[in-house]
C-alpha cells in the first residue's frame, strides 16, 4: 500500500452538497483534503430544493447563512389539505426567536455551486471525471484506487469519506447493510411556472401546498425566479413512461384536485422516483465514513434527505479534524455514528408514519386524518412542535433527563442558535466565532479578570467573555487572549435568553464547534477550573490526555 504522501489527509468521494459541505468544514479547520467526482461537472438539476433552518443557521459557521437568506425565497407557511379541504397548517412564524421563521427554497445545484466556489477558495482539491474503483485500509491509512478518463491510480490518505449518494460504492466496499425498503410507490417531480388561469383561486402561490387524495398527494412549492416544484405521488400502476405521459398525468392529478385553474406549463425539469427509506448499520468502519445519502435515505415528505446529510457533514468534520490532527482518538467516530444515526432513524420512523397517515385511502383512517389532524393543528404547542421537527432546530443530542443547574436550563448537547452579540457597536452572529475545530467556552456574566489561558487551552479552545448586558462591560486590556480584549453582550434580551435558550447566567457554555452545548459549568475561571476543562475533554474522549502524540498543531 502506498505510504500517505503530505497533503493527503482526507479524501472526499463525491461531489454532492454534503460532500462539499464537508470539504469546505475541513479547509476550513486546515486539513488536507480532495474529493473525486465521477461526473464531468455538477448537474445542472434542482434536485432538492428545501433548505431547513437548522442547516441555514449551520452554513452561518462557513459565512453562507446570509448570502442563502437573501438568495433564497422564503417560505413560511406549508397546508395540508384532504380532498380540497385545509386541515393543518404549518407556520413557521412559531420559530421566531428559535431561529428563522421559514423553509428556504433553494435549488441544490445553485447551493452546489455555492459550495464548490468555497472549497475552492479555501485551497481544496476537487477532481472531476475521477471515481473511486476500490478501496484497501490498515491502521495507518486508507488505499484509494481511483480511474480518470481511463487511467487507474492509487493514492493513500489517511482518512476517507464516502459522500457517494444513495447507492453508495463506498458502503458496498465496507459491508455495511442498508436496511430499509423500497416500495412502489413513484413520485414525479417537475419544475415550471405555475400560474393562474382566472377563476376563484384561493391560494398563496408564495406559500406550499400539499393536497390529500385517494390517488396519492400533490405538492406544490415556490422555487426563487418565479418557479415551482410540483411533486406527484403517481403509485405504482399509473403509466408514465414517456414525457407525454407524463405531462398529461399532470394536468389530470392537478385537476383533480380543482386546480383547474392553475396552469403548469414550461415545465423544464421532469424526473421520476421512487419511495425508499433506509438506514446504514455503521456509519463508518476502522478509516472508512459515511455521510449523507450514503448512509441514510428518506420518503421525500418534509425534505429532510439534503439537511440531515449537510447536518452529518457539520456533526463529523471537527471530530475527523481533531483525530487528523491527533489531538484525539478515532473512538470519537463512535460519537458520530450514535448522534447522527439516532437522529436519522427518528426521522425515518416519523416520515414514515406521517407518509402512510397522508396517503392512507382506508375509510376510517382518513376519518380520523380528517377530523383529528385539525383539532391538534389548532393547538400552538402541538403545531410549535412539529415545525421545530420540521425545521431541525428540535433535534439535539440530548440523552437523559434535563440537566438543571442553578441558574442556568439547559440540557448538555441541545442546541444553541446564532445568537446576535455586539461587539463595539457592531452585531456578529456566535456562529461566526465558531469557525474552527476549537470549543467555545462562552462566560456569560460571569464576575472577576479572566485568567490568562495556558498554552494548553489555547490549542482547544476559543474563550469569550460576555457581559450580561451593555454598560457592564468592562474590557480587560492586560489580557492578551484575544477574545477578552473587547467586551460582547447578547442583543437579545435576558427574557428571550432565558425563555428560549434556557441561558440565565451567569455560566460557563461550553460550545461545540457544531453549535450544540457540550456542557454548562458554573464556576470561577481560575488555572485549576481550566483544568478541569481540559480533563472533562479527555475523559469525554475528545482528546487525548496530553496530547503527546499529536502529530501537528
Ligand atoms: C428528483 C429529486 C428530488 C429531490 N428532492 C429533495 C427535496 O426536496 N428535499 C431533500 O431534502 N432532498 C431531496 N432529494 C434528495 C437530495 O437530492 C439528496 O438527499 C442529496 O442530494 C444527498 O446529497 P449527497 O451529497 O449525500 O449525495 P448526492 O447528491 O447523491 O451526491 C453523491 C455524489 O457522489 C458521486 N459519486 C457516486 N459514486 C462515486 C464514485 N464511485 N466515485 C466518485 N464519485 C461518485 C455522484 O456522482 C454524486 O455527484 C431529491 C432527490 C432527487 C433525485
Redesign the pocket.
Known sequence: MPEVTEGREVLI????????ALGCLLRTYGISCSI????QQR?Q??????LHPRTVELLDILGLGSWLRSDASQVDQMTIYSEKRPILNYDFNHLNSHGDPCIFSYP?HRLERLLELRFLALGGNLRYQ????TLKQNECSVCAELSHLGRVSQESYLYLVG????????RALIGTPFVGKTDDNRFL?CDGVLDRTGGAAVEDLEQGHTYLTAKGYIMLFPLPGGLH?VVVAIGGEANADTREDLETLLKHRLQQVNQAHLRFHDIHWI?E?SLAERIADDYFKGRVLL????CH??S?IC???????IQDAFNLAWKLSLVCKGHSEEVLFQSYQQERRSIAAKVLKQTDQLHRFFTSSHPVKSLIRDRMIPLLGRLKPVNKAQVMNFSGLGHDYCEGRMRWFADVKVRRGSRIGNLTLINLGKPVGLYELLGSDKFLVVGYGVEGAPPDIPQFMQRHVNFLHVCLEDGNCSPHPSSHNYSYRSSYFFSESREVLKRFHGIIGPCYLFIRPDGYIQDVVEMMPTFDALCEIRNFLIKNNILIAGCAHSTRG
Open positions: 468521494v463525491g461531489a454532492g452538497p454534503v460532500g462539499l473525486i467526482e465521477r461526473h448537474l438539476q434542482s434536485s432538492a430544493f428545501s441544490q475521477t471515481e473511486l474503483q459522500c457517494d449518494g444513495k447507492n453508495s460504492h463506498v417531480v416544484r424526473s422516483a455521510a449523507g445519502n450514503a435515505i428518506h421525500p425534505g429532510h434527505g439534503i439537511n440531515l446529510g
